[in-house]
């Protein structure tokens, strides 16, 4: 998709100056004054930008190189079948279409090189402008519009351009707005000062940290085409967005220990290394918002570990803006342009959603995206995978669009827990039941090898299923945690009913408990969402609550079932901990390691016979208090 949109140069609309004003103060619609032997005119020498007459050709070092690269690039991809294989639209039937016309650069030539504009960042030799999606109001009148300036030669305007083909809902048409804040100049940023510290501190290790993310991160969780991103990387690095590469080298942090060469060596800071990076991206989302910024966002919210949820939900809500605007909500696979692009929007909409609805069920706040707001086909396997993909890349492909899939089950259980409008015996009958029976839908889908990991617990050797295996019993335990709320609130349930239902919630916890036991130490090392780090913590906090509402003497409760798995999540995590340096069980050890010990050493050496009328007395001499019991889920994240 083109990046920017210009129109042609205009004359002067009088003949007071023997030459016209340069293109720079064109745009910045200032006056033009030549000083003299000076190659440049006075504001082009104060803003640093090059002078460049109308129907002069430039020369400049900067188009030089960018269209060194665009050559370089289109040398390198040119087959067009090594890349993934998009079908067309089951909807509307593929035919034949006229080629797009190049936009600035003739990138949409090949179908790799788009990719050099998408993640050309505030320090790359970038276009000035950047595309702006036209909103449904106003589509029909900007299409009649643009249709007659493009008919008259003499008057000028923003041009827009369509994709898609269709009128009404399916049209979809873009317009070029300004890129940077005016009066800014894009030569050197904030993003690239911070990059280049973070670069200064883990030379010479950089190249290895970004094939680390391409084989590891990527492989599970694809935002880029490996090859040309290090094609990139390796040839034109001063073309990606400095704020993309902070992000994936403070990602990789979390991955040092498991590099075999990386792992004898010191790493480094790593809070410091994550501010660099947060600050870069920032600077960047303020200075020049694009593509490469929606990127950044999810390596950086994706990035391990979690110690700001404000701050993630920040950049998820702006990502989520930034992705309507840029019309990632909308299905590409019928619009003119290369399929490597339209596969880059697909990829790009697919993980920003499985990010934000993750990130809901783990913060507690409704999610950025609603359903019925976008129709992005979801990723399928022949999207993924391209003709020469090796088994693993296959297997790892079958594991995301099963995470992807599984998402869309994860938003119906959303709906159910943040809409407060919910109709009238919603949540008392068929529709609850429908959440189960969604769940166990998608189950039966599943291709065979996805099926073990999510029945049997198996083939979790495959990248990403372990991910992929703990985000299925999060679900089905808060499926079961619905069920037991709604039968307590009917009031009149039996209370064999209500002892079964409590005996299903725990057994799904049980199950979180003992897949945390069985890890071994390649699945530690392998791709985790960080909301992994919420799952337990919300399995040992149900595991309390089943204990302190099933038993009703101290004895019951020393000898609870649910509490000694509370305290076998916790002993496991700890193991990891200590041994492995994995972090994704510290939310749950700093919230609930001394709750457990305080309700298990008030409970020791208590006979189970002993009889106690009212658990309140228990609570309120021996047990902490409940503030004690249940800290704030805010307190471990204060002064980060």
């Known amino acids: 998709m083109a990046e920017a949109f210009e129109s042609p140069p205009e004359p002067r609309p009088y003949r007071s100056h023997l030459r016209p004003a340069c293109l720079q103060c064109r745009r910045r619609k200032s006056r033009c004054k030549l000083e003299q032997h000076s190659p440049r005119c006075l504001m082009c020498s104060v803003h640093g930008t090059p002078c460049e007459f109308p129907g002069q050709e430039s020369n400049s070092p900067q188009r030089q190189r960018k269209a060194a690269v665009r050559q370089r690039i289109a040398s390198r991809w040119t087959e067009e079948q090594r890349a993934p294989t998009i079908p067309p639209n089951p909807i509307s039937p593929a035919e034949p279409r006229p080629t797009p016309p190049a936009g600035p650069g003739g990138l949409e030539s090949h179908p790799q090189a788009p990719l050099a504009d998408l993640v050309a960042g505030v320090g790359g030799v970038e276009a000035r402008d950047s595309s702006h999606i036209v909103g449904p109001a106003v589509t029909g009148d900007t299409q009649v519009l643009s249709q007659y300036l493009s008919t008259e030669p003499g008057v000028s305007g923003r041009p827009a351009r369509a994709w898609g083909r269709g009128g009404g809902r399916a049209s979809v048409m873009f317009t070029s707005v300004r890129k940077h804040p005016l009066g800014i100049s894009s030569h050197q940023t904030v993003a690239q000062q911070k990059n280049q510290v973070i670069e200064k501190l883990l030379e010479p290790w950089l190249e290895e940290l970004i094939d680390l993310y391409l084989e590891k991160v990527n492989l599970c969780f694809p935002l880029l085409e490996p090859s040309s991103f290090r094609y990139l990387y390796r040839n034109e690095k001063e073309n990606i967005s400095p704020s993309l590469l902070a992000c994936i080298y403070a990602h990789m942090m979390a991955f040092w220990r498991w590099s075999p060469r990386l792992s004898a060596h010191h790493c480094p800071d790593v809070r410091f290394i994550w501010n660099m990076a947060s600050e870069a991206l920032y600077s960047e989302l303020y200075l020049s918002p694009g593509i490469a910024t929606i990127i950044a966002i999810l390596i950086n919210t994706g990035g391990r570990p979690t110690t700001s949820m404000i701050g993630n939900s920040v950049q998820l809500g702006s990502a989520v803006s930034l992705a309507h605007s840029l019309g990632l909500n909308r299905d590409p696979l019928d619009w003119d342009m290369q399929p490597s692009e339209k596969l880059f929007r697909i990829k790009l909409w697919w993980g920003l959603l499985i990010h934000d609805k993750w990130c809901c069920?783990?913060?507690?706040?409704?999610?950025?995206?609603?359903?019925?707001q976008y129709d992005v086909p979801t990723p399928r396997l022949e999207y993924l995978c391209s003709q020469i993909a090796t088994p693993q890349e296959v297997a790892a492909s079958s594991v995301y669009v099963a995470l992807a899939t599984l998402t869309e089950t994860l938003d119906n259980y959303l709906e159910y827990l943040y809409r407060l409008d919910l109709p009238e015996g919603f949540a008392g009958g068929k529709n609850v039941a429908d959440l189960g029976a969604g769940?166990?839908?998608?189950?039966?889908?599943?291709?065979?090898?996805?099926?073990?990991?999510?029945?049997?617990?198996t083939n979790l050797h495959i990248p990403g299923a372990a991910n992929l295996r703990l985000a299925y019993l999060s679900i089905r335990l808060h499926g079961r945690k619905i069920e037991l709320d709604i039968e307590k609130q009917k009031g009149?349930?039996?209370?064999?009913?209500?002892?079964?239902?409590?005996?299903?919630?725990?057994?799904?916890?049980?199950?979180?408990?003992?897949?945390?036991?069985?890890?071994?130490?390649r699945h530690l090392g392998d791709f985790w969402l960080p909301v992994a780090a919420f799952a337990?913590?919300?399995?040992?906090?149900?595991?309390?609550?089943?204990?302190?509402?099933?038993?009703?003497?101290?004895?019951?409760?020393?000898?609870s079932a649910s509490l000694r798995l509370a305290k076998d999540l916790i002993t496991a995590l700890a193991a990891y901990r200590q041994d492995a340096g994995w972090d994704l069980g510290?939310?749950?050890?700093?919230?609930?390691?001394?709750?457990?010990?305080?309700?298990?050493?008030?409970?020791?050496?208590?006979?189970?016979?002993?009889?106690?009328?009212?658990?309140?007395?228990?609570?309120?001499?021996?047990?902490?208090?409940?503030?004690?019991?249940?800290?704030?889920?805010?307190?471990?994240?204060?002064?980060?």
């Open 361 to 372: 069920l783990a913060y507690g706040t409704p999610s950025h995206i609603r359903r019925g």
């Open 439 to 457: 769940l166990d839908n998608w189950e039966e889908s599943l291709g065979d090898d996805v099926r073990r990991i999510i029945i049997r617990g």
């Open 492 to 521: 009149e349930s039996a209370e064999g009913s209500l002892a079964r239902h409590y005996l299903q919630v725990r057994r799904a916890a049980e199950e979180i408990v003992l897949f945390v036991q069985e890890l071994e130490e």
């Open 536 to 559: 337990f913590a919300s399995t040992v906090t149900f595991l309390l609550r089943c204990a302190l509402e099933t038993e009703n003497s101290a004895g019951g409760l020393a000898q």
């Open 586 to 640: 510290d939310l749950c050890l700093a919230q609930y390691t001394e709750v457990v010990d305080k309700l298990l050493s008030s409970t020791a050496g208590v006979s189970p016979s002993t009889a106690i009328p009212e658990l309140q007395e228990l609570v309120m001499s021996d047990i902490p208090d409940v503030d004690e019991l249940f800290p704030s889920l805010w307190d471990m994240f204060e002064g980060t």
